[in-house]
């Protein structure tokens, strides 16, 4: 039986691979990122509840933004 935590890291190199394949990588769309939901906009920690709270109920980080700045 797989644990959550490794359905969730297989999850993650599934659209990690998904988005290498996009026609425009390197450079994809916000859109087609949110869609493999992997990004949650301009959201500093961004976690996804819905797609990563059976591994902790409060869910787990899935983005981090970074402005170069910081």
């Known amino acids: 039986m797989t644990s959550s935590i ?3 890291v297989a999850r993650r190199l599934d659209a990690w691979d998904r988005v290498q394949k996009s026609a425009d990588w390197p450079l994809v769309t916000a859109r087609e990122v949110r869609e493999l939901g992997i990004y949650g906009g301009a959201s500093g920690v961004w976690v996804d509840k819905n797609l990563t709270s059976d591994v ?5 980080a ?8 910081q």
């Open 6 to 8: 490794e359905r969730e």
């Open 56 to 60: 902790v109920p409060e869910g787990v």
């Open 62 to 69: 899935v983005g981090l933004l970074h402005t170069g700045k």
